[in-house]
């Protein structure tokens, strides 16, 4: 057993937490290069107000492992990410220049079962 050092609880191995929302994509996300579109306000809102509390520490490299739901096999797996990084790291409070290691999967899922997950570790 480990301490995680986000929520200072002793667990075996690290999780994933599940938000049971569509990501969007880049192009439904800004408006040419400097507007956020309506689509994306709305989206980062309903996702702040799923995450779920956690304390990361101020300082030190960070993992995030991102897995997203899209309905095809033909999904591109960058297109939400960028969104999907600023927002945790809203959330979060950290600095996105701290992650140095990103791991992105995807999963083909039936229409209405979008989902993303995601987890935060600190890289030791």
Known sequence: MA???????????YFM????????????????RRFKTDKYKSF??????????MKLPEEGKLEIHLKYG????????????KMILD?????????????YRLIIDK??????NEYFSYSIKVME
């Open 3 to 13: 301490t995680n050092p986000i929520f200072g609880l002793t667990f075996w191995g």
């Open 17 to 32: 937490v599940k938000i049971d929302i569509k990501p969007i994509s880049v192009n439904e996300a800004w408006k040419g």
């Open 44 to 53: 980062r809102k309903r996702v702040l107000l799923h995450l779920r509390p």
């Open 70 to 81: 899209f309905t095809t096999a033909g999904a591109d797996i960058d297109n939400p990410t």
């Open 87 to 99: 927002i945790l790291s809203e959330k979060f409070r950290f600095n996105d220049n701290r992650i």
């Open 107 to 112: 999963d083909v899922v039936g229409k209405g």
